[in-house]
T-cell receptor, first 112, second 115 residues
């Protein structure tokens, strides 16, 4: 089992460009999450999904959109990247509420 | 409100010393879970432990031990005889009945073990 995988590992964008981060999990987990990690701020939840076709906002959703068209995939989109979105993005998944979340390796994004 | 506080931003110890990482939480839930994760320099987040609010027994796993005290809302993590490989950022997290599906993470403690 690969667990949780993220694509790409690293990306550089110019301000205003768009991109999509892909998260995939092979553990048949219902719930999936996108976080961002910034120095000194821990992990902050952007959006999450409790099942195929559902999404919900987390703590810092502005500037991001998500889609969960298939149970195993959770996409994070940046429509118009801003320097403030420079961060490390982590995807996670779990079986259900309060269950252990398992994380992907992260995507490092730099917006110039 | 749900909140996790890791007051120690950075800790340095010499190899073989014991070290305790503090985690204090706030929640109004009566049922909740607490977690610890390790983030080594390579960047991935590694799950260490999950405890529920009804189980206050201390847990030991090799050189790692966890002390859960409801009375002080703390879930502290101790590494015995630290090793260089323990150098990492450690995160404590909380998930409560009424937090929906959200985890609340502390800001992490960066541990450096000096050889």
């Amino acid at each position: 089992n690969a667990g949780v995988t993220q694509t790409p590992k690293f990306r550089v964008l110019k301000t205003g460009q768009s991109m999509t981060l892909l998260c995939a999990q092979d553990m048949n987990h219902e719930y999936m999450y996108w976080y961002r990690q910034d120095p000194g701020m821990g992990l902050r939840l952007i959006h999450y999904s409790v099942g195929e076709g559902t999404t919900a906002k987390g703590e810092v959703p502005d500037g991001y959109n998500v889609s969960r068209l298939k149970k195993q995939n959770f996409l994070l989109g940046l429509e118009s990247a801003a320097p403030s979105q420079t961060s490390v993005y982590f995807c996670a998944s779990n079986r259900g509420n309060q269950e252990t979340q398992y994380f992907g390796p992260g995507t490092r994004l730099l917006v110039l | 409100a749900q909140k996790v506080t890791q007051a120690q931003t950075e800790i340095s110890v010499v190899e073989k010393e014991d070290v305790t990482l503090d985690c204090v939480y706030e929640t109004r839930d009566t049922t909740y879970y607490l977690f610890w994760y390790k983030q080594p320099p390579s960047g991935e987040l590694v799950f260490l432990i999950r405890r529920n609010s009804f189980d206050e027994q201390n847990e030991i796993s090799g050189r790692y031990s966890w002390n859960f005290q409801k009375s002080t809302s703390s879930f502290n993590f101790t590494i015995t005889a630290s090793q260089v490989v323990d150098s990492a950022v450690y995160f404590c997290a909380l998930s409560g009945t009424n937090t929906g599906n959200q985890f609340y993470f502390g800001t992490g403690t960066s541990l450096t073990v000096i050889p």
